[in-house]
């Protein structure tokens, strides 16, 4: 908001008038979010089942750990 403010030299009627729209799509993003968030988690867990299945049993080992490794931010990038 800030670099808006000060590149587009807004009023302060202005200044609410955004601010506001902001804050109006931030609450529908999150609700969307909210709302996808269990179809996109089956979506990318299912995207993993099917390429450790194209893997040899190594490889396979080899991706179940880096899922491991990985699985903190994945858990918060699909957390319900």
Known sequence: MRNLEQALS???E???A????IEDTRNQLFAVRKETRPRVRQIVLDAG???RAQLTPEQQAKFDEM???NRSVINRALKP
């Open 49 to 51: 089942t099917r390429v």
């Open 10 to 12: 807004l009023s302060p």
């Open 14 to 16: 202005q200044k609410q």
């Open 67 to 69: 899922v491991r490794r």
């Open 18 to 21: 955004i601010e506001k729209i």
